[in-house]
C-alpha cells in the first residue's frame, strides 16, 4: 500500500530514539499518521512544523497499518508565523481542532482547503481574527454542526435576528428571545454580514459560540475536551483586547 499527497502538518511527536509519528491533514487522504524514521533528529525537525506543507509519500504492508512517511517541505508557514504570537497561537489551535475532531483517514477536501487560506491569511497580516472566527464556524459545518442563521427558530422571521440559541445553534429574533435573554448567546453581527468589522467584543462573542459547539462535537464524538492550545488562544486575544 502506498500513496502520494499534499499535506498540513498537525502535529510531530516523538517515537523512541529518534523517530516521529507525524499527523497530517492531506488533500486527499484527509487526517492520517505515519512513522517518520529520524523525524525527531535536528535534520527534519524544522520540516514537521506545525502548519508546514509538505509533500508526502505513505507506504505500508497492509492499509490498517500506521505506514511510514517520507516528506518533502513544500512551504515553510511555521517559520513565517514564529515571531507573530498570536497568529501562531490561532495556527496551533486550528492545527489541533482539525486533529481532535475529524474523523481519521477520511477525505475532508473543504477543510484542508479551509485551512489553507487561513494560513495564508494568517501569514499575510492586517486583521484577521474575524478569519479566524468564520474559519471554526465553517469547520462546524463541515463536522455537521453547522449553526442555522437564516431565520428566528421560535417565529420564522428573517429580520432582527440578534440571538443564537445554544441548544439549537438556530437564530432567535429580539422579540422572541428577550424573555430568555440569559440563556442565549449574543449574535454577532459579522455572523450574519461578513464584511461587517467586528469589534473585540464581537470577536469573543464569536469564539465563545464556536467554542461551545465544538465541545459539543468534541463531547458526541467521544474525543475528550477541546485542545488547550485553542483555550490559550482564546486567552491571549481576550488578554490583548485588555491591553
Not at 2 to 7: S, V
Not at 86 to 109: D, F, K, N, Q
Not at 139 to 167: K, N
Request: proline letters at 4%; a negative charge; one cysteine or more.
Amino acid at each position: 500500500m502506498n500513496w502520494t499527497d499534499e499535506g498540513i502538518v498537525l502535529s510531530a511527536r516523538k517515537h523512541g530514539e529518534s523517530a516521529a509519528i507525524v499527523t497530517l491533514l492531506t488533500r486527499d487522504n484527509g487526517r492520517h499518521a505515519g512513522l517518520v524514521r529520524g523525524g525527531s533528529g535536528s535534520r527534519a525537525r524544522g520540516i514537521y512544523q506545525t502548519g508546514n506543507l509538505v509533500s508526502a509519500e505513505w507506504r505500508a504492508r497492509l492499509s490498517e497499518h500506521l505506514g511510514t512517511y517520507t516528506c518533502e517541505l513544500l512551504q515553510p508557514n511555521a517559520a513565517l508565523l514564529m515571531s507573530e504570537r498570536l497568529p501562531l497561537l490561532a495556527l496551533t489551535s486550528a492545527a489541533a481542532l482539525v486533529e481532535r475532531l475529524l474523523p481519521e483517514r477520511e477525505p475532508h477536501p473543504d477543510t484542508f482547503a479551509s485551512l489553507t487560506a487561513l494560513i495564508e491569511i494568517l501569514g499575510a497580516g492586517g486583521h484577521w481574527l474575524s478569519h479566524y472566527v468564520e474559519w471554526e464556524l465553517g469547520l462546524l459545518t463541515h463536522l455537521g454542526y453547522g449553526l442555522e442563521l437564516s431565520e428566528c427558530a421560535a417565529t420564522g422571521a428573517i429580520d432582527d435576528l440578534v440571538f443564537v440559541s445554544p441548544r439549537t445553534g438556530c437564530a432567535v429574533s429580539a422579540g422572541a428571545g428577550a424573555p430568555y435573554r440569559e440563556k442565549l448567546f449574543d449574535l454577532p453581527a459579522f455572523f450574519m454580514a461578513r464584511d461587517t468589522e467586528p469589534s473585540a467584543e464581537d470577536i469573543r462573542t464569536g469564539l465563545r459560540i464556536t467554542g461551545h459547539f465544538l465541545a459539543r462535537c468534541a463531547k458526541d464524538a467521544d474525543a475528550g475536551e477541546l485542545p488547550r492550545s485553542r483555550a490559550r488562544f482564546v486567552d491571549r486575544v481576550a488578554r490583548d483586547a485588555r491591553e
